[in-house]
């Protein structure tokens, strides 16, 4: 019998699911903004046009559901063969037509989506590796899906910002983020502080004597430590501003 809905019934996991359907409808809407000819532009991150966005868009969803088939048989298939083959696919990705590339768009999402839909509820537990080596349980595939298609939506750079975002990705991202400097013990010195929230969310490196502390909303922090700009952030060191903030170090 085909699945109509969801297999799994644990809250958490459904409402991720909810973020990375609203995430991924997201950047359709914002793709669906852009014309033909507008594709061909320049994004957000450096050397990449939005065809290269869009590329990376899709075969990100065509390597996410690999681990979710992984996750459904056992049968171990990576996110991708190597560094190389990924990289290659996005150029080559960003040549194809527009049809064929909003295509491989759309056709990839929903391709993700019957994957996870079709996930029975015990599978979910199965571990698969991401790119980086990481052995993480299927449940995680949702989390790496949503911060793609949320933060890349933004990176087509045809009106999405960061406050487009709803406010548990951004924490959640934000944490990874911090966490992964944290690992790698980038973050000496620094402090970042997100303003306007019932409850302060302070991350880095908190036991410093003297730290750099950087300051800003969630979506402007959240801007910042992905390393796509300062607006919206103010920074201080031993009570003296410094303007702009520092870059946040490396994420990825
Ligand atoms: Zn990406």
New binding site residues.
């Given amino acids: 019998m085909v699945a109509r809905h969801d297999q799994t019934a644990d809250p958490v996991l459904l409402e991720g699911l909810l973020q990375a359907r609203r995430g991924t409808a997201f950047f359709a809407r914002k793709l669906n903004e852009l014309t033909d000819a507008e594709l061909d532009g320049d994004s957000l991150l450096p050397s990449w046009t939005r065809r290269h966005v869009v590329a ?1 868009v899709g075969y ?1 969803a065509r390597a996410v559901a690999r681990l979710v088939e992984w996750a459904d048989t056992g049968v171990e298939t990576p996110m991708y063969p190597s560094a190389e083959v990924r990289n290659h696919e996005i150029d080559f990705g960003a040549t194809l037509s527009p049809i064929a590339l909003r295509n491989l768009f759309d056709h990839s999402a929903v391709h993700l989506n019957v994957e996870w839909r079709d996930l029975p509820a015990d599978n979910w537990h199965h571990k698969v590796k991401t790119v980086q080596g990481r052995t993480v349980p299927a449940e995680e595939t949702v989390w790496m899906r949503t911060r ?1 298609v949320w933060v ?1 939506a933004v990176d087509l750079d045809n009106g999405a910002t960061f406050t487009d975002i709803p406010e548990p990705v951004l924490e959640r991202l934000l944490m990874d983020i911090t966490g992964a400097w944290h690992a790698r013990g980038t973050d000496e010195a620094l402090v970042v502080e997100v303003t306007g929230q019932a409850s302060p969310l302070t991350f880095g490196d908190t036991a410093s004597a003297s730290p750099t502390v950087v300051s800003g909303s969630l979506p402007a922090i959240a801007r910042w430590a992905t390393g796509r700009g300062t607006d919206g952030t103010t920074a201080k060191r031993d009570g003296t501003s410094l303007t702009p903030a520092p870059p946040a170090p490396a994420w990825i």
């Fill in positions: 990376h990100n793609e890349h």
